[in-house]
C-alpha cells in the first residue's frame, strides 16, 4: 500500500511533464507560424506594390507566384459556375462564385466575389454574369488543399464546391487550368463582395497565443513541482519513527 501512495507522485509527475512538453511544442508552433506569416506579409506589400502583369508574364515566373497583381483579358464560361461553398462573411453563410475564363494564356479560374446564399439548402442563387469580352484586374492565389474535405456528387450547372482544387474542377469541366486562380479586385460590378484575406491571422496574434502556452506550460511546471514536494513531506511524516 505504501508503495502505490508512493508512485502517485510519480505518475502524476510523468503526465505533468508530458503536458508541459505538449504546450511547449504548440508554443514553438505558434512562433514558427508567426515567422511564416511575417514572411508572408513582407511579400504580399512588395508584390503588390507592382504594377499588374499579364497572365503570360505570371506563367514565364519562377517558384510562387501568389499575390502577383495581374490583369487577365477573355471571356467567362458562364455555362460552367462553381459556388465554392461555406463561405462565411460576419455571420452569414455564402458561397464565391468561380467561374473559368477563357485568354490568350490558357484558362484561368476567377474568384468573382462572395454572395449570401439561400435560405433552403435546395436553393441556388441566381447568377447573371456578362457574356462579352472582359478585363479584369485581380491578385494571384494559389489555393490550399484540404485532404479532410469531401466533394458531394451533383448535377447540372452551377455546381457547389468544398474547396477550389484545381484537378477535380478540370476533371468537372473536362478542361486544363491554369495552376492558380485570379481574385477579382471589383467584384462589385457583378454585385458581388470582395471577401479576399491574404492573411487571416497576423504575425502578432501567433505570438500572443506562443506566450500564452508558454506561460502555461511554467505554471504547470510550477503546479507539479509544489504538488510533488507537499506530497513527498506527507508520505514521508506518515512513515516516520
Known sequence: MLL???????????????????????????LARAEQKQLRTQQLEQRLALQPLSLQ???RQSGDVADFPVQIIGTLDTNHILLWDN?????QVGYEVLVPM????????????WLKAPVRRDQ????TLPKHRLTLDGKVVVPGHNPISREMTESGWPKRIQQPERH??????????LPYLVQVDDTQQFGYLNNWRPV???AEKHVAYAVQWFGLALACLIITLVAIAKQRKKYGKSVSP
Request: no cysteine; hydrophobic share 55%.
Open 4 to 30: 502505490k501512495l508512493r508512485a502517485l507522485p510519480f505518475f502524476a509527475g510523468l503526465l505533468a511533464l508530458l503536458a508541459i512538453v505538449i504546450m511547449l511544442r504548440l508554443g514553438f508552433w505558434q
Open 57 to 59: 508574364d505570371i506563367n
Open 87 to 91: 463561405r462565411v462573411v460576419n455571420g
Open 102 to 113: 477563357t485568354t490568350d494564356y490558357g484558362t484561368v479560374l476567377v474568384n468573382l466575389g
Open 124 to 127: 441556388l442563387p441566381e447568377l
Open 168 to 177: 477535380y474542377i478540370e476533371s468537372l469541366l473536362q478542361t486544363e487550368l
Open 200 to 202: 487571416v491571422m497576423p
